[in-house]
């Protein structure tokens, strides 16, 4: 899957119509990847669940950095950072638990 069809699965994953916003998400979908490998996972682009994992990761993203803005009146130490959604923690455990059952003995 391609850069630009990533960018159409992520718009509609945050409901978004105009382009305002693409190339943000786009460098967005880049940080995805490369923080997805960090992690130990090899992607395979032609798979429709690691383009999922990378739409989720990319979605995640992009609001966290909106629920940021928001709290800057309120910023404190404790909100600071914001918590991964338990669903994207899994889904990126279970595919790197899936990846190395594959690959070692």
């Known amino acids: 899957m391609t850069d630009a ?5 992520t718009k ?3 409901q978004l119509m105009t382009p305002a ?5 786009s460098m967005l979908i880049q940080v995805s990847k490369k923080s997805i ?13 690691d383009c999922n994992l990378v739409v989720m990761y990319t979605s995640y ?10 709290n800057t009146a309120y910023w404190t130490e404790a ?23 594959r690959t070692e003995p």
Do not use: C, W
């Open 21 to 25: 916003f693409d190339d943000f998400i």
């Open 37 to 49: 490998e960090q992690e130990g996972i090899v992607l395979d682009v032609s798979d429709l669940v």
């Open 12 to 14: 509609a994953n945050l």
């Open 5 to 9: 069809e990533l960018l159409t699965m």
């Open 79 to 101: 909100n600071q950072y914001f918590d991964m959604p338990r669903m994207l923690r899994h889904a990126l455990n279970n595919r790197l638990f899936s990846q190395k059952m």
């Open 61 to 70: 993203l992009y609001r966290r950095r909106a629920e940021n803005n928001e």
